[in-house]
């Protein structure tokens, strides 16, 4: 690959927002997309013939986070937002599910899955944190 071809630099973490959508200044929204990034850099090693299959499914369910997030911060009350936040959990449980099978499968180390699950796990805490924040209408 080229240097004109190389990956755009990634956006630190601490970096904040520069947008003004509410999401934008959530942590958790902020950290699940930092997480996204290493779900497609660590994905992209694995095998060709999980294009469609794994890799894929690694993919959207890690992007689902983020996108309920959002989603859900455009929500009329509280009680939906606490919804959307529901779906972005579950989409984490199903990220650590993934994550322990491409270990099985030898398509991660147990290091690159542990580090990841405790990425994805700090995620999950700090959605958990936002939703028992929000007011129960």
Not at 49 to 70: C, H, K
Not at 102 to 122: I, N, P
Request: charged share 30%; aromatic share 8%; hydrophobic share 35%.
């Amino acid at each position: 690959m080229s240097a004109s071809h190389s990956k755009k630099p990634h956006r630190a973490s601490s970096e904040p927002a520069k947008r003004g959508y509410r999401f934008e200044r959530l942590i958790a929204w902020q950290k699940a997309m930092d997480f996204c990034e290493r779900v497609y850099d660590v994905s992209m090693c694995f095998p060709k013939e999980e294009v469609y299959g794994l890799t894929s499914q690694f993919r959207r369910a890690s992007v689902s986070i983020p996108l309920n997030i959002a989603e859900g911060s455009g929500c009329g009350s509280d009680r939906e937002f606490s919804r959307f936040l529901s779906v972005a959990l579950r989409s984490q449980y199903e990220v650590v599910t993934i994550l322990r099978l491409a270990e099985r499968l030898g398509y991660l180390t147990l290091e690159q899955s542990q580090q990841m699950e405790k990425e994805s796990s700090e995620v999950g805490k700090l959605i958990q944190g936002l939703k028992n924040s929000l007011s129960e209408d």
